[in-house]
T-cell receptor
Framework: GNSVTQMEGPVTLSEEAFLTINCTYTATGYPSLFWYVQYPGEGLQLLLKATKADDKGSNKGFEATYRKETTSFHLEKGSVQVSDSAVYFCALTPLNQAGTALIFGKGTTLSVSS | EAGVAQSPRYKIIEKRQSVAFWCNPISGHATLYWYQQILGQGPKLLIQFQNNGVVDDSQLPKDRFSAERLKGVDSTLKIQPAKLEDSAVYLC?????????????FGQGTRLTVV
């Protein structure tokens, strides 16, 4: 079946540190891949996405590249800020089913201190 | 543009009671989703609507959960009777279409506690 596995948290970093949150997936066909973020007290919001192999999604300094050969979509940011503290969810949409709902990983909590 | 509205924000009920959640999607969005997010886990789809028809309800516990989307706009999710394990955040999301490239917009959720 379709599933997403992301690294366990929490991840604790100092401001300006480099961030990587690993995400791997299992899916039939060629899914679309997403990173969603949930800031404290707010709803889930799309951070970035990639719809085909080798695509790079980017937004707010975050990047992730769709790697079909390793079935991965790791999230990176070169210099994190305190305002990046949030829960990050990797997700996919399988394209070979009637439904197109997102399948999420368990989430990774990021805490950035100044 | 107004986002996805959900109510109530919080609800505490006793087990075996019933509860209902309401969702108003973004205007014009044909697709509506209900997700269940248990503490420490990612959201899990309960049901997906396209307009007022059900696309996927394979993970909806139909012995106690029901959902409807009359007139293809607002939606309600009901639990009757509730169990302790139903304690979770219930998220509503909407999108313009069903394609994998279509962004889903989420409401802030309803946090349900069953005691």
């Amino acid at each position: 079946g379709n599933s997403v596995t992301q690294m366990e948290g929490p991840v604790t970093l100092s401001e300006e540190a480099f961030l990587t949150i690993n995400c791997t997936y299992t899916a039939t066909g060629y899914p679309s891949l997403f990173w969603y973020v949930q800031y404290p007290g707010e709803g889930l919001q799309l951070l970035l996405k990639a719809t085909k192999a080798d695509d790079k999604g980017s937004n707010k300094g975050f990047e992730a590249t769709y790697r079909k050969e390793t079935t991965s979509f790791h999230l990176e940011k070169g210099s994190v800020q305190v305002s990046d503290s949030a829960v990050y969810f990797c997700a996919l949409t399988p394209l070979n089913q009637a439904g197109t709902a997102l399948i999420f990983g368990k989430g990774t909590t990021l805490s950035v201190s100044s | 543009e107004a986002g996805v509205a959900q109510s109530p924000r919080y609800k505490i009920i006793e087990k075996r009671q019933s509860v209902a959640f309401w969702c108003n999607p973004i205007s014009g969005h044909a697709t509506l989703y209900w997700y269940q997010q248990i503490l420490g886990q990612g959201p899990k789809l309960l049901i997906q609507f396209q307009n007022n028809g059900v696309v996927d309800d394979s993970q909806l516990p139909k012995d106690r959960f029901s959902a409807e989307r009359l007139k293809g706009v607002d939606s309600t999710l009901k639990i009757q009777p509730a169990k302790l394990e139903d304690s979770a955040v219930y998220l509503c999301a909407s999108s313009l279409g069903r394609g994998g490239n279509t962004e889903a917009f989420f409401g802030q959720g309803t946090r349900l506690t069953v005691v």
